[in-house]
């Protein structure tokens, strides 16, 4: 059993809440404390692991119980934490949108888990979800305009600066996401 100092729920919740509770939990915390995050949200793994990665924070690891994903993270020290970095390189979706119907050439990559896909996705986009993107980065070509796109911005977000990081230099975010997507869709 992981003893944790603070237990917070976020059950229930959607990219990118789980995220914004922890958060502000952490910031009333002590450094060195250890919070818990219980979350139903498929993708919130990805989400918890980027975050702290991105923060300095300490992702602990998650231990799944039924259908309740139970995050650890440890709060880092003032001079451990870093800023939250946002991809610089952005695109809205009417931008996207007005660039797919004109059917340029581009790879939008969907981030998001497999069953946000299924239900509403961009026609021609490839599903390759966060936590699989390290994995999976050799099935893209880093010298192609690559638009990324999860729910809200924020796992997109992520996703290009680990693109960034390792080369991809034609890579933008789409930062309203799928929830401001008002262009044509498919699903299966």
Same mark, same amino acid.
């Given at each position: 059993?992981?003893?944790?100092?603070?237990?917070?729920?976020?059950?229930?919740?959607?990219?990118?809440?789980?995220?914004?509770?922890?958060?502000?939990?952490?910031?009333?915390?002590?450094?060195? =404390?250890?919070?818990?995050? =219980?979350?139903?949200?498929?993708?919130?793994?990805?989400?918890?692991?980027?975050?702290?990665?991105?923060?300095?924070? =300490?992702?602990?690891?998650?231990?799944?119980?039924?259908?309740?994903?139970?995050?650890?993270? !440890? +709060?880092? &020290?003032? &001079?451990? *934490?870093?800023?939250? !970095?946002?991809?610089?390189?952005?695109?809205?979706?009417?931008?996207?949108?007005?660039?797919?119907?004109?059917?340029?050439?581009?790879?939008?990559?969907?981030?998001?888990?497999?069953?946000?896909?299924?239900?509403?996705?961009?026609?021609?986009?490839?599903?390759?979800?966060?936590?699989?993107?390290?994995?999976?980065?050799?099935?893209?070509?880093?010298?192609?305009?690559?638009?990324?796109?999860?729910?809200?911005?924020? !796992?997109?977000?992520?996703?290009? =600066?680990?693109?960034?990081?390792?080369?991809?230099?034609?890579?933008? &975010? *789409? +930062?309203?996401?799928?929830?401001?997507?008002?262009?044509?869709?498919? +699903? &299966?």
């Amino acid at each position: 059993m992981v003893k944790s100092d603070v237990q917070l729920d976020a059950k229930g919740l959607a990219c990118p809440m789980p995220i914004v509770k922890t958060k502000k939990a952490m910031d009333v915390m002590s450094s060195g =404390q250890v919070v818990e995050v =219980q979350s139903t949200d498929k993708g919130s793994l990805a989400d918890m692991q980027g975050w702290t990665k991105n923060t300095g924070h =300490q992702y602990l690891g998650t231990i799944s119980e039924g259908d309740v994903f139970k995050h650890f993270i !440890r +709060k880092a &020290n003032a &001079n451990e *934490v870093l800023e939250e !970095r946002l991809y610089p390189h952005t695109v809205t979706n009417e931008e996207l949108e007005a660039m797919v119907e004109s059917n340029e050439t581009m790879t939008i990559i969907d981030v998001r888990e497999p069953a946000e896909f299924a239900f509403n996705r961009i026609p021609g986009a490839m599903s390759i979800p966060f936590g699989e993107l390290e994995s999976r980065i050799n099935e893209l070509n880093a010298e192609e305009n690559i638009y990324v796109i999860c729910h809200t911005g924020h !796992r997109s977000d992520m996703a290009c =600066q680990l693109l960034a990081e390792q080369g991809f230099i034609n890579t933008k &975010n *789409v +930062k309203d996401g799928m929830s401001g997507w008002t262009g044509s869709t498919e +699903k &299966n």
